[in-house]
Structures are given as structure tokens and as C-alpha cells.
């Protein structure tokens, strides 16, 4: 009887299942988009418009055009990545559109940070480090302190100047733009090579690497998703996004701290939100043999 009673049990589990799919319907993507946008696969007309720097892509090229409209479909179907990437921009983006118009870079450059890192403090597996990716070499020329306890390409304002004046001066040596985004993947030397090599004075008639040949593209096409969400079925509210982190004070710190722990504790916060808002402090102290002059950012 028993072993009937599971036989029983088995086809009742077996026509549930097959109820429950028959009656299934699609539903709309869980990122607020229509069905209708969300298939709406990317196409690049030879008379379309797309800028990048204030540079025009040359689209009526069949080469360029099929290669940006591959980095079009590749992005607009990076569901989990753009969302996140369009939460964190309402964070990020302000301060970022303020020090690169301070220092006379593009605005575009915003999206080669999304690029380099989703907008993420990530490490790459070369040993960069940052949401500018800065090697800790590189960091070093640039004015940026990488040591046991602190490293400053974690430090949002401090390596975002830094990657301005990074791509000034190769703007000095390659002349657009969109060389500039090439030198900053490839590094300046083999773009310089490559150039002399190929006869080639403009980006899109140089033959590089895979990557360093999608990576202009990638740009664009991040750009254009990230300022269309709608179009390409990202339906974001204002209150999806992730504020700012600005309401903090400013903690200026020229000893030592024995333990950081403390030190939040001292002013109202905890260690989790002090690390939160000062990614750049790596230990849970700072001994500052120097006594070199910190800022602390300090949650209210």
C-alpha cells in the first residue's frame, strides 16, 4: 500500500509540474522594461550620430559600424552589470562630472571608469586596483600612496584627479581623444609603436589587439546605454538609485590611530561604515610614522 501511495503521489507531482509550466507566462524583465524593448536588438544605421569626446565615430564606415553596434548588442544585454552601473552612477557621477570638468578632460570619460571597473573599487588580476584601474607603479608618479595600510586608489576624489592629469598628458602626445582611450588600455608605448608600424595616425585605421580594438567602441556603446536606458528596456526610478555618500564630516588626522575601531567609535559610527566611506584605509589602524596630514571622512 505504501508503495502505491508514492505512485500516486508521483503522477499528482508530475501533473502540477506540467500545470504550472503550461500556464506559465513571460512577464516583463524584472528592470522595468517592456518586452518590446527588451527584444529590440541593436542596429547601426551609416547615418547615425554617436560621439565619443566630442569626437564623431565614423559610422559610415562598414568596419566601424559592425564593430560598434557588436559592443551595442554585448552591452545592452549586460542585464545585471547595467543596472548596477546605472544605481551607482546617481552616486558617482556627480562628483566625477565636477573634477573632470575642473581639469579640462571630456565629460565622456566617466564611462571609461564604468569600463575599467562597473564603478567598483575592483582588483584586476594584473594588480590594478581602483575605479580607474590604476597599476600601483603608475599610482606612485601620480601622487597617489600605496602602502601596508593605505592605498589611495581606493580614494574615490584622489585617483579620479589622478586619472585626469593620466589622460592630459597623453592627450599632449596623441592628439584625439580616442587615442587617448587606446593609450589608457594598451599603455602609451605600444600604441606609439603600433602607430609608427602601421602608418596610421587616427584610431579607427590602426589594426591593435583584440581588446584595445573593441575597447573605443565599448566605450561608445556603454555611453549610449547608460544615457538611453529606456530605450534599450532599463526603466530606472530615482528611487532605485543609490544616493550620494556625502553626508559625512572631514576628520583631519597628522598622528597615529591605534585603532580604527575606536576612532569610529569616537565619533559616532562604526568601523563597517568608516571603511564604507574611506575604502582607501586597508588595515584597522594607521601608524603615520611620517605624520603625514589624512582626511577622514566620518558618517554623520
Known sequence: MKNLAKYYLAILAAFATVAVFTSY?????????S????FN??????????WFAGERIPVEQFDVRERLERELIINSYRHSHT???L??????????EKILKENGVPDDFKYLAVAESDLRNATSS?????????????????????????????????STRAACQYLKRYKERFGTWSLVAAAYNMGPAGLRNEMESQKANSFFDL??????????FRLVAIKHVMEHPTQYGFDMKNEQMYPPLDNYALITVDSSIVNLGDFAKQY??????????NPWLKDNKLTNPKRKVYEIKVPR
Open 25 to 33: 507566462k513571460p512577464q516583463s524583465p524584472t528592470y522595468g522594461g
Open 207 to 216: 589594426n591593435l589587439s583584440e581588446e584595445t580594438n573593441r575597447y573605443i
Open 35 to 38: 518586452p518590446e524593448l527588451f
Open 87 to 96: 544605481k551607482n552612477s546617481a552616486r558617482y557621477f556627480p562628483i566625477m
Open 268 to 277: 559616532g559610527t562604526s568601523y563597517r561604515l568608516l571603511k564604507v566611506f
Open 41 to 50: 536588438i541593436p542596429h547601426v544605421q551609416p547615418t547615425d550620430e554617436f
Open 126 to 158: 594584473a594588480g590594478a586596483k581602483g575605479i580607474w584601474q590604476f597599476m600601483e607603479g603608475t599610482a606612485g608618479d601620480y601622487g597617489m600612496e600605496v602602502s601596508k595600510e593605505v592605498d589611495e586608489r581606493l580614494h574615490f576624489e584622489k
Open 83 to 85: 543596472i548596477l552601473n
